[in-house]
């Protein structure tokens, strides 16, 4: 396989993965959380103003991110979530973080062999 066709295939899988991986991983963001958690009346479920339900939300999103405790509380003292709870939430941050970083990774791919084949295509023409 020639080396223009290696950095062709490169480049498509690349994208493939950022189709795949970015509007997924878009979603874990406190706004759209939160336009979620109102429309389906989270804050009446959990009698808390959605003041409250954002800042809890704000803080399990970045939990996800950084492998948090997960024991943010409605009330500063009763941990939201229970032990089997936050140790899903740690399983999924673990996923979450490892989706990120291929994510990461395709878009460096991207963009070295996008202007790799941009300056081929230079030469070309």
Do not use: K
């Amino acid at each position: 396989m020639n080396d223009a066709r290696a950095v062709g295939w490169a480049y498509s899988i690349a994208v493939a993965i950022i189709i795949t991986l970015a509007g997924p991983l878009l979603l874990f963001n406190p706004w759209f959380v939160s336009l979620e958690q109102q429309r389906n009346g989270s804050a009446a479920l959990l009698a808390a103003d959605q003041g409250v339900i954002d800042r809890v939300t704000g803080t399990i999103l970045g939990d996800l991110f950084t492998g948090g405790p997960f024991a943010v509380s409605l009330d500063g003292q009763t941990p939201l979530l229970d032990p089997m709870e936050r140790s899903h939430m740690r399983d999924v941050g673990g996923l979450v973080r490892i989706l990120a970083v291929v994510l990461a990774a395709a878009l460096a791919v991207f963009a070295l062999t996008g202007s790799r084949l941009r300056d081929r295509r230079r030469c070309i023409s």
